[in-house]
């Protein structure tokens, strides 16, 4: 039994591994280290250009029900995650450079997968294929797509951001405190307060700041769940107050109120010495970030490590093409997985890439594929992307919304959420077997 994968970034090495956990010889193709994208940084796998957060670990959050339905199915990025975390309350964070290492150590060092570096330009004329070239698929191999899906309209693209890392010690701690909003795990965060004065005079100049060229970019193209602070300043005077500058929970333990605004950073690597500004994915030129951000009091002299990034994103018209397998409905040996199927965010993408890796690797076999019902998080984001009665398809992630409500009414919207949880996981247990059976 062989495959071939394409790409090794969350979604490709998830699948890669999952195929080679159950007999099959894996060909996996990464074009790194011959060729990087804008965004990335290293040569290893499963790198994280955006955020070092896979986001909440609680299970009344969809996010954490996935991350919970993927630990019990045995998922490689899940395991390496939670190996390399770092402390971010009641979130899952990793040190950044340590998860990337230990997923590509394990990759590598897999008797059933064969790395193959260079660049892919064509899809494979024969052979099971799962594309996991990521959102920022070469020029060559998204012609070569195009071409199989049926040219243009065949892809779509939007615009994605990475906000700047600072080094900790050169945040003025004398400005700020530690705290998680609600005291909600531990104390992870840095909280950098301001006065309302501080906030306007900071607002007033992120919307006028110079931008860097960006080419075709349009505010409308950004995902909303990456959206630029800049961009997101320009809606209106007080709409960061309610995202990531929002107050709430966070006291100040000078006054013992809260400020009119904070600023949050969240740790970034295991040893804490690099931090990152929550919610602050940006486009603006790089002196203008050192310049409007140092307007933060506890960051006037801050030392950015990174500044933020824009870069092009890739996806396809999914509810159109794929189905729940997440494989191409026209020629079904070739699946895709990751943020080029439509599904946004690092679980999210992980899960794509385990559904691809679990079916295939039982389509082999000649067995029947693990149905993933609707109302598990793997299941309904697999069902929503395949869902051809979606008119306007956009990035999606994994939301309770789109998991079957449970047909009786729960007081309170934690405990409705933590129900949902509980009937999915009581779902996974019983497939789990099945969809386990065939490992190594």
């Known amino acids: 039994m062989r495959a071939t994968v394409i790409g090794a970034g969350l979604a490709g090495s998830e699948c890669a591994w999952q195929l080679a956990q159950r007999g099959v010889s894996v060909t996996l193709c990464e074009m790194k280290p ?49 190996e390399t975390r770092v402390e971010a309350g009641g979130a899952l964070a990793v040190d950044r450079h340590g998860f990337a290492a230990l997923v ?34 070469s020029d060559a191999l998204a012609r070569a797509i195009e071409q199989k899906i049926g040219g243009e309209g065949g892809t779509l693209h939007f615009f994605d951001a990475a906000a700047p890392l600072v080094t900790f010690e050169s945040v003025d701690m004398s400005s ?12 992870d965060y840095v909280n950098c307060p301001m006065t309302e004065d501080e906030y306007l005079a900071f607002w007033k100049e992120l919307t006028t700041a110079e931008e860097a060229p960006v080419h075709g970019f349009e505010d409308k193209n950004v995902f ?18 309610y995202g990531p500058l929002k107050p709430r929970g966070l006291k100040d333990p000078k006054t013992g109120r ?22 602050f994915q940006t486009h603006l030129r790089f002196p203008e970030q050192k310049r409007v951000f140092s307007m933060i009091p506890a960051l006037h002299d801050a030392e950015f490590v990174r500044y933020g990034v824009m870069h092009r994103n890739t996806y396809l018209d999914s509810p159109r093409l794929l ?5 191409l409905i026209s020629e079904p040996r070739i699946a895709f997985a990751g943020q080029m199927t439509g599904v946004e965010g690092y679980v999210e993408s992980t899960a794509s890439g385990f559904l691809a890796g679990v079916e295939l690797a039982r389509r082999l076999e000649g067995r029947a594929p693990v149905d993933f019902p609707a109302e598990t998080a793997i299941g309904a984001l697999a069902l929503y992307v395949s869902n051809q009665s979606v008119t306007e398809f956009q990035p999606m992630n994994i939301n309770f919304g789109i998991i079957p409500p449970l047909g009786y009414r729960i007081k309170g919207k934690r405990n409705k959420n933590a129900e949902l949880s509980r009937r999915s996981l009581e779902l996974i247990d019983a497939l789990r077997d099945d969809a386990l059976s065939d490992r190594e």
């Open 34 to 82: 011959q060729k990087r994208t804008p965004a990335h940084e290293t040569d290893n796998f499963a790198e994280l250009c955006c955020s070092n957060s896979l986001r909440s670990d609680q299970l009344e959050n969809a996010v954490g029900l996935l991350k919970e339905e993927l630990r019990r199915l045995g998922s490689l990025i899940l395991s390496c995650a939670d």
């Open 104 to 137: 590509t150590e394990r990759v590598r060092s897999h008797p059933n997968i064969t790395v193959v570096p260079g660049e892919v330009t064509e899809l494979p004329a024969e052979g099971e294929t799962v594309v996991a070239s990521g959102p920022l698929t």
């Open 176 to 187: 700020a405190w530690f705290a998680s909003r609600y005291d909600r795990g531990t104390a």
């Open 224 to 241: 909303e769940g990456c959206m630029p602070v800049e961009v997101m300043a320009r809606r209106g005077r007080d709409t960061l107050c």
């Open 258 to 279: 809260e400020p009119f605004a904070v600023v949050q950073l969240r740790r970034d690597n295991r040893d804490g010495s690099v931090y990152n500004l929550v919610g």
């Open 323 to 327: 189905d729940r397998y997440y494989r």
